[in-house]
């Protein structure tokens, strides 16, 4: 069995989080790009949104993540309750995310659907692959918003599509594994293909925003609908 070594260490983060709605039960969040969700292990990893958050809102929990390279809409519970009835409806697929992103390349088409399952494989880690075999379901739907020329640092013109995507899954990665098996990988994703394309080196950041959450309140049972338009 192989042994997971985790020596990622994160630069310093600047920015500040952005709460967007809060109330005394849960808060939704814009996290930048550049910050971990959680902290890590190694202490020089201590900065992340639930280190910070906790120090507003004691007790404050998690309900999901983004990825380190991701910015945008989280939702945190203020105790443990409201973590598990959020825990539910994700669970039961009763939330809606929606990603804004800039794939390498234009797409044919217009609209689609990628069903792939991914597994975790410590060999390769922190990578995911793609597995039919041993990988869990996974399902992620894209749409195209336009597709254009961006210009790049050196001055050349890199093509790419500009997507909204849905995971109706909620994996590992999921949407960068993704689109890297769609054959246009998100722009700016270190580990899979976003910065192999001649004049991608330089990309200041994955392209990838969680810029809309649909859920209800655990409490009120009001429907919450978040929108943070994408910063690129």
């Given amino acids: 069995m192989s042994t997971i070594i985790d020596t990622f260490i994160a630069p310093p983060c600047h920015e500040q989080i952005d709460i967007l709605y809060q109330d005394d039960h849960l808060a939704i969040i814009n996290k930048p ?23 507003l809102f004691p007790g404050c929990t998690l309900v999901h993540r983004l990825d380190f390279g991701t910015s945008g809409l989280m939702v945190i519970a203020r105790n443990k309750a409201i973590n598990a009835a959020l825990c539910r409806q994700f669970s039961q697929r009763t939330v809606t995310k929606v990603y804004g992103a800039l794939l ?3 797409l044919d088409n217009n609209e689609g659907v990628i069903d792939a399952a991914i597994a975790k494989d410590p060999a390769l880690f922190p990578l995911m692959s793609i597995c039919s075999t041993h990988g869990k379901p996974a ?68 392209m990838l925003h969680a810029s809309e959450l649909h859920i209800v309140h655990p409490v009120s049972g009001e429907a919450l609908n978040i929108r943070h338009a994408c910063p690129f």
């Avoid at 910050?35 to 020089?44: A, C, D, E, F, H």
């Fill in 104 to 106: 390498c390349g234009h």
């Fill in 139 to 206: 399902r992620s739907r894209y749409r195209v918003i336009e597709r254009y020329e961006h210009t790049v640092e050196d001055g050349r013109l890199l093509p790419v599509t500009r997507v909204q995507l849905i995971p109706e899954s909620g994996r590992t990665h999921q949407l960068r594994i993704h689109c890297q098996l769609l054959g246009h990988p998100i722009l700016g994703c270190d580990l899979y293909g976003g910065l192999l394309p001649p004049g991608t080196e330089r990309t200041p950041r994955m």
């Fill in 33 to 55: 790009a550049g910050l971990l969700s959680l902290s890590g292990k190694n202490p020089q990893n201590l900065d992340s949104v639930h280190h910070r958050l906790v120090q």
